[in-house]
């Protein structure tokens, strides 16, 4: 019998590579429709299927989004910008080439801070690159052949690639949502890798523990989701040192990634940069970023989102996990922000965002950008509750339903209609605490003998007697004093 392996003497080196889609309306060098989606071959024009004769114009949105991306990532700003042919033969490829970024980088390092385990991590980006996307090959349209759409040839990427410096498939997990989350918070890109807009490769490679030389390292594609990508990397860590411990060598090679059994195989011997043939690119003349058009850049940027939660850490008096799930999604952060400035009550406002308004949109399966209560709303539902007119219970379960069904009606109109208001009168209270201190002899008496707990059940009593009306607080002091 083999010995088991030690997959704990390894050291995992990581670096991605990460194309997300910019959110242009047009293409990178034309004017074609950079819009996910439409009939095969739509988004077409003679530049984007490279014609010859015809000549590219560079998309200036799509150069402030890449400056966007790179300021909140701390990177240093090229100044002075080309663009290159990177020369490779692909179907999906009209030219024969794409037009990317080689030796100047619009985006020059950075850091991306990650959550991990007992803390934060600063992940180091090596670059942020500009270039074009290229078409999609389809391979289960014919029996006989393969099919080319060209619609998202020519769409704006940016590349973001790390350095190698990565450990784990849970930090690769935590970078990519982290990342995911700030493109998204920038509105620079949707951040959605089932539909392609959002793409990562994985450049893994194994040393010995204590070794600063790097190993040979495997490139994965066809990552589609962060789960997958996670899954990818936990099967090639296997998958290496497995070898290494047979006495087998690590082939430089790209492998795919098959979702559906969890297994890689491999594409190609991987290719080096010289491969590429890089020049200048003759169509596009160099263009310099002046110090006044990045300042408007950065002055325009939003609040990030880990200087909002400690902003409503220390602003509102949130707990951290709450302040993070709310500035996990910038509309929803928004939101709050907005219903936050109208009512003191900060803690009960988070806690019905992350309540009833989450369940509410996640039954609905929509986003926070489709919740239909302005702020305004919300916060009158919320200070019905903090005025103790109606009870939590009432508001969520009968009111705020109503509510999304009539979002133009005030809050307390809906619970006068629907005759909801809590009886703070105790003349009225009182006879129903009698009805049930009544029925229930023996459970008073054992109150009365030191089962303290048993206050719930005549508080809920009281309530489902009165129809959820009865005011929680006074039924509390009323009971506590006809049961001394």
């Not at 003349?285 to 850490?313: C, G």
């Amino acid at each position: 019998m083999s010995a088991a392996i030690d997959f704990d003497k390894y050291e995992v080196v990581i670096g991605l590579e990460v194309h997300a889609q910019l959110l242009t309306e047009s293409k990178l060098f034309c004017g074609d429709s950079a819009a996910f989606g439409g009939a095969p071959n739509t988004h077409i024009s003679p530049i984007t299927l490279g014609h010859p004769g015809t000549l590219p114009m560079l998309n200036r949105k799509a150069v402030e989004y890449a400056i966007r991306l790179g300021l909140a990532c701390q990177s240093r700003i090229e100044r002075e910008n080309y663009f290159a042919r990177k020369n490779y033969f692909y179907p999906d490829l009209p030219k024969g080439y794409q037009i990317s970024q080689h030796t100047a980088p619009i985006c020059d390092g950075g850091i991306v801070t990650i959550p991990v385990s007992g803390g934060e991590r600063q992940i180091k980006l090596n670059r942020i690159h500009l270039e074009e996307d290229a078409g999609k090959s389809m391979h289960d349209q014919d029996p006989s052949f393969t099919m080319v759409d060209y619609n998202r040839a020519g769409v704006p990427l940016v590349e973001i690639v790390t350095e190698p410096d990565l450990h784990s498939s849970d930090e690769v997990y935590s970078f990519l949502t982290t990342l995911r989350r700030l493109v998204r918070w920038l509105d620079v890109c949707d951040g959605n890798m089932e539909e392609g807009s959002m793409r990562c490769d994985a450049n893994i490679s194994i040393r010995l523990k204590g070794e600063t030389r790097l190993g040979t390292k495997v490139e994965v594609k066809n990552l589609n989701s962060i789960r997958n990508v996670k899954r990818a990397v936990e099967g090639e860590i296997k998958r290496q040192i497995t070898i290494v411990e047979s006495g087998g060598t690590i082939m430089q090679e790209t492998r795919s990634f098959d979702a559906g059994n969890g297994t890689s195989f491999s594409l190609r011997s991987k290719e080096e940069a010289n491969d590429y043939r890089y020049f200048p690119e003759p169509d596009l003349a160099p263009f310099h970023l002046t110090d006044e058009y990045l300042d408007s850049i950065l002055k325009a940027l939003p609040e990030l989102p880990d200087a909002m939660v400690q902003r409503y850490v220390s602003q509102y008096g949130l707990p951290e996990y709450d302040a993070r799930v709310i500035c996990d999604d910038k509309a929803t952060a928004d939101y709050y922000e907005q219903v936050a400035t109208i009512i003191p009550a900060h803690k009960a406002v988070a806690n019905w965002l992350l309540g009833p308004v989450k369940s509410t949109l996640n039954d609905q399966g929509v986003s926070m950008t489709e919740f239909p209560l302005a702020p305004a709303a919300l916060a009158g539902l919320i200070q019905l509750v903090e005025d103790g007119k109606v009870s939590f219970s009432i508001a969520s379960s009968r009111i705020f339903p109503e509510l999304l069904q009539h979002p133009a009606e005030q809050p307390l109109d809906i619970a006068t209609r629907l005759n909801l208001l809590q009886d703070n009168n105790a003349n009225n209270i009182a006879p129903i605490i009698d009805e049930v201190l009544a029925k229930y002899p023996d459970k008073v008496a054992e109150f009365r003998g030191g089962k303290k707990g048993l206050m719930g059940l005549f508080v809920g009593e009281v309530m489902k007697l009165s129809k959820g009306k009865a005011d929680p607080k006074l039924t509390n002091q009323l009971l506590a004093e006809k049961l001394k």
